[in-house]
């Protein structure tokens, strides 16, 4: 069984900063990827950013040069460093990971955590 715990969400006034956390736990063999995305009411959800299988990076146009991306890959930890925060970032922030397990490769998800920006 794979876990994914996630922290961190909360309201913040605009230009704010706020961070994200998400542990990994459980019987995986590797993790391929891991990111985050996020989901505002009546739209889809989208890529925040993540990192790809070969290690890079990939973010949003929308949140570039504002949220950075990190690891821990001792903790299996991911985390999102959200700065400079508008009222159009809020959203439930889900974690994602692409992991191998012993029945196979496999896409898990975090239960969300909601990020609200408002004055």
């Known amino acids: 069984q794979v876990q994914l715990v996630e922290s961190g969400g909360g309201l913040v006034q605009p230009g704010g900063s706020l961070r994200l956390s998400c542990a990994v736990s459980g019987s995986i063999f590797s993790i391929n990827a891991m990111g985050w995305f996020r989901q505002a009411p009546g739209k889809q959800r989208e890529l925040v950013a993540a990192f790809t299988t070969d290690g890079s990076t990939n973010y949003a146009d929308s949140v570039k040069g504002r949220f950075t991306i990190s690891r821990d890959n001792a903790k299996n930890t991911v985390y999102l460093q959200m700065n400079k925060l508008k009222p159009e970032d809020t959203a439930v922030y889900y974690c994602?990971?692409?992991?191998?397990?012993?029945?196979?490769?496999?896409?898990?998800w975090g239960q969300g955590t909601q990020v609200t920006v408002s004055s």
């Open positions: 994602n990971t692409v992991s191998r397990v012993l029945r196979g490769t496999y896409d898990y």
